[in-house]
Nanobody, 116 residues
């Protein structure tokens, strides 16, 4: 069983920064992709950023240039550095993991609120 444990959410002012962390624990055979999704009230869950084992990344257009995803393969961790944050970044952020067997796992989510 794989568990994803997120941390680092909270309240930040517009223009501020936050760093999210996600640790994958449990019976992990092989991790292909780790990423972050978010879901705002009344909206569908959307991809924010993802990174594969080789370090290749994808970002949503809305966060390019402001957010940076990184991972530590040895520790099975993924991070999301969020800078120049905007009120529209307010959402519950979910960590996601896909292994080489195409099994997907989700964290429980962490609330991020951007407000003055």
């Amino acid at each position: 069983q794989v568990q994803l444990v997120e941390s680092g959410g909270g309240l930040v002012q517009p223009g501020g920064s936050l760093r999210l962390s996600c640790a994958a624990v449990g019976s992990i055979s092989s991790i292909a992709v780790m990423g972050w999704y978010r879901q705002a009230p009344g909206k569908e869950r959307e991809l924010v950023a993802r990174i594969n084992t080789g370090g290749s990344t994808d970002y949503a257009d809305s966060v390019k240039g402001r957010f940076t995803i990184s991972r530590d393969n040895r520790k099975n961790m993924v991070y999301l550095r969020m800078d120049s944050m905007k009120p529209e970044d307010t959402a519950v952020y979910y960590c996601n993991l896909i292994d080489y067997g195409s099994n997907g796992f989700w964290g429980r989510g962490t609330q991020v609120t951007v407000s003055s």
